[in-house]
């Protein structure tokens, strides 16, 4: 096990850390009146005067009714209206969504993921295999035969280990009977029907892959745990509530409905609890540039010496930055800050129909190059280093091939967080970039004056995990009524941004559609960039678990940069949490690998695995490249005249 680094002797000791505040924003006047009146109204709230005190229902073993005890009169009352007051809250909530879009166009397509004929393969394929199918009624056919024998030896006083699948983690899935053979059952013949679709052999991959991910996605959607009669859990909360969380749920329904403008937007975190520049992105620092496109941002040193050449990063502009600067516990720009880096972030705007014909010209020539100009100019230096983030780095590699064709030597080394070059095995992804879909988006984005609205990035990338960021917050918000959680990274993950017509379309056509970057196709800045002319070092930081840059896509980018002095590291977990993992977290772990043979799976075969966050392994190499220590940069006192405090204002910019 390697040793963790150790900080260069002659390293600035850490300045006295401040009490960052974090007050609580107040409570929305219009939600607090509207729960109170809910609370009046419901019968469950406070009895009627002739109403005998009620017992709390004791707990029968399936869903909780039980109705022996106290008044039974008053309490099938209670949970009887509560029952009404839901369904009608339900059916208004779909009324009034029903006339918002009454004048409005019919969706653009009844399927505009060209989903039918993918299916029509693969069920094609299966019908000229009889054989094929004869052997697969008969494996589910065995399959349902061992869940009875299962079954039955449940009932002889067998026991059973919990499942393992998040969606049936309350014990009522297993210790009532027919709960346990309702959930066996659906996931026998969801994988049964999942595995199916994935044996067909004589069907193009793609093709093949786009009906295995629907159908996954049709099978999550009819798991048992997402409908009331079916959930044990929700039943349960039904009956010991007397109805309550049912009425709460649908109110939460309704509100969610209101908020999507007639459209169902599932609330992922209590957005109230959060306030950027508040409680969030609180990271210390100053406004020192502002032009249509970005705010660069410095942040305030955090120790008595700095490293002579200062860090620029690039995050994506699909999202904002403030994923770097959640809070002082998991800030990635707090704790660059106290290894003695001066920080600079690109904080792009969020665009608008004025920026529809904006495109990757733009963003080299106004982002990319201007932001590295306006950082050399603060810091007085004559060389950075960069990072980019995920699409922040897919136009920040294509940069840097643009510069070495250019003989620019303005970039010492660039940091690559979960960013693909080559495209090739680009993921599930790939599957929103037929020309059909393309199709389908651009005249969405036409609608909308010529952006991609925040909502429509949102559904896709909660498409690709559903059980996680559709079907659980369906079920906790809805069926059981609870209040969504005050989670940071989930009140992010809703802080969409818009994306300008141009640059999207020529995003998804050229790299997710033909590849063109890393085949040197790709034409940037007047010039068609070659990877490969970059010699600047560079490391690569992939996620075992990323959904969106797939660990195996971004050691292909890796490799594309084959001049390159590339430095891999693969962090446990996914697109973001591989990412941002403070060391202080001790939370999953990281591999490393001096060598970069031909394929990922000969990297794996040769890493070492050390546990923890890969932050320390990847300060260390930047350490190496940022020069000597120099006394620590004052913002406020560059030859740019400082804006406004961090994190600015484009960032505060809703969609």
Same mark, same amino acid.
């Given at each position: 096990?390697?040793?963790?680094?150790?900080?260069?002797?002659?390293?600035?000791?850490?300045?006295?850390?401040?009490?960052?505040?974090?007050?609580?924003?107040?409570?929305?006047?219009?939600?607090?009146?509207?729960?109170?009146?809910?609370?009046?109204?419901?019968?469950?709230?406070?009895?009627?005067?002739?109403?005998?005190?009620?017992?709390?229902?004791?707990?029968?073993?399936?869903?909780?009714?039980?109705?022996?005890?106290?008044?039974?009169?008053?309490?099938?009352?209670?949970?009887?209206?509560?029952?009404?007051?839901?369904?009608?809250?339900?059916?208004?909530?779909?009324?009034?969504?029903?006339?918002?879009?009454?004048?409005?166009?019919?969706?653009?397509?009844?399927?505009?993921?060209?989903?039918?004929?993918?299916?029509?393969?693969?069920?094609?394929?299966?019908?000229?295999?009889?054989?094929?199918?004869?052997?697969?009624?008969?494996?589910?056919?065995?399959?349902?035969?061992?869940?009875?024998?299962?079954?039955?030896?449940?009932?002889?006083?067998?026991?059973?280990?919990?499942?393992?699948?998040?969606?049936?983690?309350?014990?009522?899935?297993?210790? @009532?009977?027919?709960?346990?053979?309702?959930?066996?059952?659906?996931?026998?013949?969801?994988?049964?029907?999942?595995?199916?679709?994935?044996?067909?052999?004589?069907?193009?991959?793609?093709?093949?892959?786009?009906?295995?991910?629907?159908?996954?996605?049709?099978?999550?959607?009819?798991?048992?745990?997402?409908?009331?009669?079916?959930?044990?859990?929700?039943?349960?909360?039904?009956?010991?509530?007397?109805?309550?969380?049912?009425?709460?749920?649908?109110?939460?329904?309704?509100?969610?409905?209101?908020?999507?403008?007639?459209?169902?937007?599932?609330?992922?975190?209590?957005?109230?609890?959060?306030?950027?520049?508040?409680?969030?992105?609180?990271?210390?620092?100053?406004?020192?540039?502002?032009?249509?496109?970005?705010?660069?941002?410095?942040?305030?040193?955090?120790?008595?010496?700095?490293?002579?050449?200062?860090?620029?990063?690039?995050?994506?502009?699909?999202?904002?930055?403030?994923?770097?600067?959640?809070?002082?516990?998991?800030?990635?720009?707090?704790? !660059?800050?106290?290894?003695?880096?001066?920080?600079?972030?690109?904080?792009?705007? @969020?665009?608008?129909?004025?920026?529809?014909?904006?495109?990757?010209?733009?963003?080299?020539?106004?982002?990319?190059?201007?932001?590295?100009?306006?950082?050399?100019?603060?810091?007085?230096?004559?060389?950075?280093?960069?990072?980019?983030?995920?699409?922040?780095?897919?136009?920040?590699?294509?940069?840097?091939?643009?510069?070495?064709?250019?003989?620019?030597?303005?970039?010492?080394?660039?940091?690559?967080?979960?960013?693909?070059?080559?495209?090739?095995?680009?993921?599930?992804?790939?599957?929103?970039?037929?020309?059909?879909?393309?199709?389908?988006?651009?005249?969405?984005?036409?609608?909308?004056?010529?952006?991609?609205?925040?909502?429509?990035?949102?559904?896709?990338?909660?498409?690709?995990?559903?059980?996680?960021?559709?079907?659980?917050?369906?079920?906790?918000?809805?069926?059981?009524?609870?209040?969504?959680?005050?989670?940071?990274? !989930?009140?992010?993950?809703?802080?969409?941004?818009?994306?300008?017509?141009?640059?999207?379309?020529?995003?998804?056509?050229?790299?997710?559609?033909?590849?063109?970057?890393?085949?040197?196709?790709?034409?940037?800045?007047?010039?068609?960039?070659?990877?490969?002319?970059?010699?600047?070092?560079?490391?690569?930081?992939?996620?075992?678990?990323?959904?969106?840059?797939?660990?195996?896509?971004?050691?292909?980018?890796?490799?594309?940069?084959?001049?390159?002095?590339?430095?891999?590291?693969?962090?446990?977990?996914?697109?973001?949490?591989?990412?941002?993992?403070?060391?202080?977290?001790?939370?999953?772990?990281?591999?490393?690998?001096?060598?970069?043979?031909?394929?990922?799976?000969?990297?794996?075969?040769?890493?070492?695995?050390?546990?923890?966050?890969?932050?320390?392994?990847?300060?260390?190499?930047?350490?190496?490249?940022?020069?000597?220590?120099?006394?620590?940069?004052?913002?406020?006192?560059?030859?740019?005249?400082?804006?406004?405090?961090?994190?600015?204002?484009?960032?505060?910019?809703?969609?």
């Amino acid at each position: 096990m390697a040793k963790s680094p150790v900080p260069p002797a002659d390293a600035p000791a850490p300045r006295k850390p401040g009490r960052p505040t974090s007050p609580k924003p107040p409570r929305p006047r219009a939600k607090a009146a509207a729960e109170k009146a809910a609370r009046a109204e419901s019968p469950a709230a406070e009895p009627p005067p002739h109403a005998a005190p009620t017992t709390a229902a004791p707990e029968s073993p399936g869903a909780g009714f039980d109705f022996s005890g106290g008044d039974q009169r008053q309490m099938i009352e209670t949970l009887s209206l509560n029952l009404a007051k839901a369904a009608m809250t339900a059916q208004s909530a779909i009324a009034e969504a029903a006339l918002a879009h009454a004048d409005r166009p019919a969706a653009l397509s009844p399927d505009p993921f060209n989903v039918g004929p993918a299916m029509t393969s693969v069920m094609t394929s299966l019908a000229s295999r009889p054989d094929k199918l004869f052997s697969a009624q008969a494996d589910l056919f065995n399959r349902y035969m061992d869940l009875w024998a299962s079954t039955t030896r449940r009932a002889a006083g067998e026991e059973q280990a919990p499942s393992k699948d998040k969606r049936f983690k309350d014990p009522a899935w297993s210790e @009532n009977p027919m709960f346990d053979v309702m959930r066996q059952s659906y996931l026998v013949t969801a994988d049964w029907m999942n595995g199916l679709v994935s044996s067909v052999e004589d069907v193009d991959p793609r093709t093949k892959r786009r009906a295995e991910f629907f159908t996954k996605l049709l099978t999550d959607a009819f798991s048992p745990s997402n409908f009331l009669a079916s959930n044990p859990a929700a039943l349960k909360a039904l009956a010991e509530s007397n109805g309550e969380s049912l009425v709460k749920g649908m109110q939460n329904f309704a509100a969610d409905m209101e908020r999507g403008g007639g459209k169902l937007k599932i609330s992922q975190a209590d957005y109230g609890k959060f306030e950027v520049g508040v409680n969030v992105a609180t990271a210390p620092g100053k406004v020192v540039w502002r032009d249509e496109l970005f705010e660069l941002i410095q942040y305030d040193a955090a120790t008595d010496k700095q490293r002579e050449i200062p860090l620029l990063i690039f995050p994506p502009w699909i999202n904002k930055f403030y994923i770097l600067d959640l809070q002082p516990g998991n800030s990635m720009i707090r704790w !660059l800050s106290s290894q003695g880096f001066t920080v600079f972030v690109c904080s792009w705007v @969020n665009p608008d129909k004025d920026k529809a014909g904006f495109g990757f010209d733009d963003y080299l020539e106004k982002g990319i190059y201007r932001a590295v100009q306006k950082t050399l100019e603060q810091s007085k230096s004559t060389r950075i280093n960069t990072v980019g983030y995920c699409i922040g780095g897919t136009l920040l590699g294509a940069a840097l091939a643009h510069m070495a064709e250019n003989r620019i030597d303005a970039i010492g080394s660039t940091t690559f967080f979960a960013a693909q070059h080559d495209f090739a095995e680009a993921g599930d992804l790939l599957l929103f970039t037929d020309d059909h879909w393309l199709s389908e988006i651009e005249q969405q984005m036409d609608a909308a004056g010529g952006v991609l609205p925040g909502a429509a990035m949102a559904e896709t990338f909660n498409a690709l995990r559903a059980n996680d960021l559709i079907w659980s917050f369906f079920v906790s918000n809805y069926l059981m009524g609870k209040e969504p959680p005050a989670f940071d990274l !989930l009140f992010w993950n809703a802080d969409q941004t818009r994306m300008p017509k141009k640059l999207h379309m020529d995003y998804l056509r050229s790299m997710y559609g033909q590849n063109r970057l890393s085949r040197g196709e790709f034409e940037i800045g007047g010039i068609t960039v070659d990877l490969s002319k970059v010699t600047i070092p560079l490391y690569f930081q992939a996620s075992r678990e990323d959904h969106i840059a797939p660990m195996n896509s971004v050691y292909r980018s890796a490799k594309a940069f084959s001049n390159a002095d590339v430095t891999l590291t693969l962090a446990g977990s996914g697109h973001i949490a591989g990412v941002v993992n403070a060391p202080a977290a001790n939370k999953y772990q990281h591999w490393t690998n001096d060598a970069l043979p031909a394929t990922l799976q000969e990297w794996q075969a040769g890493a070492e695995e050390h546990p923890g966050s890969w932050w320390n392994h990847w300060a260390t190499w930047l350490h190496d490249k940022s020069g000597g220590w120099i006394p620590a940069r004052d913002p406020a006192k560059g030859p740019l005249a400082p804006i406004e405090p961090a994190p600015g204002s484009y960032v505060k910019v809703k969609s």
